[in-house]
């Protein structure tokens, strides 16, 4: 999408996208106490000992020495685990990033404490963290309900050349899941960058992971051995301990429109389960008692009833139910997450979150005859996890309706505001799932919609002039990912109205959006729609003179795809990805000022199709009027690094395809049929005079109508026989133009 679209979609993300209610697993997060005074137990060698023999790598601006993980887990599957991490800071930039350190973690399931952080300085001084650098703090989403903290720390006297270390242990203080333990692992070291600009990667030297347990729990753990990571297992005095360990682990470049998959990056999920049924069973068994019934619920069902008679109604009636009654709110504090308050406690609070919804949502469809399940999610801001071994990496629940008597399947997400039923975002498309019932033993992959689903539709039409002015109606039909992000802009932008006149000005920059009208924001059924009027100044010179017109698909492409900011072929380092594919579409109507005026096309837009575009275009003439079509398709595609090179060509391509222009030009033979159309005049010399000046203008089918007119008014006219046979003849009626030039000829016309 465009920069300035981006912006805007940045500004009101929390409706654009999937409001996630679901915490997830997070990975090991640190915490400081401060009345703690005992030492540490290092689980690293010391920073001398690291630094020794090391030369920094050329042009790195970090590099990470040490990434180092101790977890232990006892016989009743609480863990207990301790991370080490040593950074060289090559750079300015790594300064920026490394002073402050901020890692989250579940303040539901897990107690965290920071054991030690230092800098040894360029000169080779080591200095500490001062006991007021340190702050537990909830993250600044002020208007959610969550159980995730952040634990900050600033290092002091970080500068390029420094070495920083630290080391924070972890233990778990509550089960997620009884009887079972899961958890995941990242070899690299994850910072944020400074100023919220996403996270850094850094090359490591070594990065290890020790996993120690009773010899009698079966470990089962992801495959990492693509990337290098080898793996030892051992066993001491009852105890089994695995070793997972890299070494020299190249920098990860984080790029936008990269895959999904977690693959590009060494990445493991250990558990004590290789079942995911037994993940659906625990989900389940928190869902299940929260099912409740009161006269309230019943009601409901009952109303229901009287009026939805077919399964298809009865769903829809419940979406509708979800949407009016329980506003969306982001709560899940004091419950860790996954479990769900009761069905009638949800309908008389009038609030809930995504499992909250859901389960109520599951409830009613029950009730009324109509299986239905919750289904966790991972969303498309988690990426797509290797799901081989199970885990707790969902963020998202929603409602899984499946194929039943009168019913295909539907997943229905209920959290959005006035969503366009049933809800299905493109925050969830292609997204794994787990299906919440006890029979549920794989992951499911939730369906993709092609890109006639996704759509950006613009009908533009030039109806108004006025002096050196005019003026163009618009409407703006959207589909699938743009009618989500849109209707969201509009329902949650405080200036709603001078954002949409800014979005949409940049359609035609040399103009002023003056009237602007939206249908069905508040709709469940209909999609949402935009109407207005563009007003363009001084682009016509009035009367004899031409009107100018142009169009191209890049006024499309500008606002709603984001194809003139792709990296140049030498700076892609990922894969590029456009998924979902899409369409734009437009249709263009190009009106003559005044019958005076004449078509005169300069340029055609060209067609294109190749694996990555599929642009159509047509112009049509029509009376007084010029049409163009445009539907550009941008595929579904995954544009490996050997490729990269031709799609950014074939892109440039489509950039720099030719435009639509085109001219209606002032006519002097066209303004004489107009004066002898306008005068009223209806006797035979004028229908002749008509005739001949259309047959000059080229508009034959014209002429001969008129011609016949003529001879109709005046049947022993010889001159208008005379023009019936030209007219004829120039319609290629040469049988009938011979008998009309005898006509004219007996009648006394000198041929």
């Known amino acids: 999408m465009s920069d300035f679209f981006v912006r805007l979609l940045k500004k009101y993300s929390l409706s654009f996208f999937l409001l996630l209610c679901l915490p997830g697993l997070i990975l090991p997060g640190t915490g400081f106490a401060a009345d703690d005074n005992t030492e540490a137990t290092?689980?690293?060698?010391?920073?001398?000992?690291?630094?020794?023999?090391?030369?920094?790598?050329?042009?790195?601006?970090?590099?990470?020495?040490?990434?180092k993980t101790d977890v232990y887990i006892d016989a009743q599957l609480m863990s207990h685990a301790t991370s080490y991490v040593a950074v060289y800071i090559n750079s300015d930039e790594a300064v920026r990033d490394y002073s402050?350190?901020?890692?989250?973690?579940?303040?539901?399931?897990?107690?965290?404490?920071?054991?030690?952080?230092h800098v040894r300085t360029p000169d080779g001084q080591l200095d500490s963290i001062k006991a007021d650098a340190t702050q537990i703090q909830s993250p600044t989403d002020e208007n959610f309900y969550h159980d995730r903290k952040e634990l900050l720390f600033s290092l002091p006297n970080v500068r390029k050349g420094s070495v920083i270390e630290f080391q924070y242990r972890y233990t778990d203080t509550k089960k997620m899941v009884p009887d079972q333990w899961f958890d995941s692992f990242s070899f690299h070291w994850w910072e944020d960058r400074a100023a919220g600009q996403g996270s850094r990667a850094d090359a490591i030297l070594t990065?290890?992971?020790?996993?120690?347990?009773?010899?009698?729990?079966?470990?089962?753990?992801?495959?990492?051995?693509?990337?290098n990571i080898t793996q030892q297992r051992s066993e001491k005095d009852q105890q089994q301990t695995i070793t997972w360990t890299g070494k020299n682990i190249a920098k990860i470049e984080l790029q936008s429109d990269m895959p999904r998959e977690h693959d590009y990056a060494p990445y493991l999920r250990v558990a004590t389960t290789d079942q995911w049924n037994d993940v659906a069973r625990w989900a389940d068994g928190l869902v299940e008692p929260h099912l409740l019934s009161d006269a309230a619920l019943a009601q409901i069902v009952t109303d229901i009833k009287k009026t939805a008679l077919t399964p298809e109604a009865k769903v829809k009636a419940v979406y509708q139910t979800i949407q009016d009654r329980i506003r969306y709110v982001f709560a899940h504090v004091g419950r860790g997450g996954y479990e769900p308050h009761d069905t009638t406690d949800i309908l008389k609070n009038g609030y809930g979150d995504c499992k909250d919804q859901t389960v109520l949502a599951v409830k009613l469809l029950r009730d009324l005859g109509i299986k239905a399940d919750p289904a966790l999610i991972v969303t498309r801001g988690r990426g797509i996890p290797d799901m081989t071994i199970p885990g707790i990496s969902f963020d998202?629940?929603?409602?899984?309706?499946?194929?039943?008597?009168?019913?295909?399947?539907?997943?229905?997400?209920?959290?959005?505001?006035?969503?366009?039923?049933?809800?299905?975002?493109?925050?969830?498309?292609?997204?794994?799932?787990?299906?919440?019932?006890?029979?549920?033993?794989?992951?499911?992959?939730?369906p993709t919609q092609g890109p006639d689903k996704h759509f950006a539709h613009l009908e533009l039409v030039f109806d108004k002039f006025d002096g050196q002015n005019a003026q163009a109606s618009f409407k703006l039909t959207f589909g699938g990912l743009y009618e989500q992000r849109l209707r969201s802009m509009w329902q949650y932008s405080r200036e709603r109205d001078k954002y949409f006149r800014e979005l949409i000005g940049q359609i035609y920059n040399a103009a002023e959006v003056i009237e602007l009208s939206t249908s069905n924001a508040d709709n469940l059924w209909q999609p949402f729609v935009i109407n207005g009027r563009f007003a363009f100044t001084k682009v016509w010179g009035g009367d004899k003179e031409p009107?100018?017109?142009?169009?191209?698909?890049?006024?499309?492409?500008?606002?709603?795809?984001?194809?003139?900011?792709?990296?140049?072929?030498?700076?892609?380092?990922?894969?590029?990805?456009?998924?979902?594919?899409?369409?734009?579409?437009?249709?263009?109507v190009f009106n003559s000022p005044d019958t005076k005026h004449q078509l005169r096309i300069k340029t055609r837009g060209t067609n294109i199709d190749?694996?990555?575009?599929?642009?159509?275009?047509?112009?049509?003439?029509?009376?007084?009027?010029?049409?163009?079509?445009?539907?550009?398709?941008?595929?579904?595609?995954?544009?490996?690094?050997?490729?990269?090179?031709?799609?950014?060509?074939?892109?440039?391509?489509?950039?720099?395809?030719?435009?639509?222009?085109?001219?209606?030009?002032?006519?002097?033979?066209?303004?004489?049929i107009a004066a002898l159309q306008h005068s009223g005049k209806n006797d035979t010399a004028s229908l002749i005079a008509l005739s001949k000046l259309q047959i000059k203008n080229g508009d034959y089918q014209e002429a001969l109508e008129t011609a016949q007119t003529a001879v109709a008014t005046a049947p022993k006219n010889a001159e208008a026989h005379y023009q019936l046979g030209l007219a004829l003849g120039y319609n290629h009626q040469f049988k009938e133009s011979d008998a009309a030039f005898k006509k004219a000829e007996t009648l006394g016309y000198k041929l």
């Not at 990065?207 to 990337?227: M, R």
């Open 42 to 67: 290092r689980i690293a060698p010391p920073l001398k000992t690291l630094m020794r023999g090391f030369k920094p790598a050329d042009k790195s601006e970090a590099q990470v020495l040490l990434r």
């Open 100 to 117: 402050q350190i901020s890692v989250s973690f579940n303040s539901f399931y897990e107690d965290i404490k920071l054991e030690f952080a």
């Open 207 to 227: 990065s290890e992971l020790n996993i120690t347990a009773p010899i009698n729990i079966h470990l089962f753990s992801s495959a990492v051995t693509t990337y």
């Open 396 to 446: 998202h629940m929603i409602v899984h309706i499946p194929a039943q008597n009168g019913l295909q399947e539907i997943w229905m997400d209920t959290t959005g505001e006035t969503s366009l039923y049933p809800g299905f975002s493109v925050g969830i498309e292609g997204q794994p799932a787990l299906i919440v019932n006890g029979q549920s033993k794989q992951i499911s992959v939730l």
């Open 547 to 588: 009107i100018n017109y142009a169009f191209s698909i890049t006024q499309l492409t500008n606002l709603f795809a984001d194809l003139r900011n792709l990296h140049k072929p030498a700076d892609r380092k990922q894969p590029y990805v456009n998924d979902p594919g899409y369409s734009l579409q437009a249709r263009i």
């Open 610 to 672: 190749n694996p990555y575009y599929k642009l159509v275009q047509t112009g049509t003439e029509e009376p007084h009027r010029y049409v163009v079509e445009q539907n550009l398709i941008l595929k579904a595609s995954r544009v490996e690094l050997s490729n990269y090179a031709d799609f950014y060509k074939k892109t440039e391509e489509l950039l720099n395809s030719t435009d639509w222009s085109l001219a209606y030009e002032y006519d002097a033979t066209a303004a004489d």
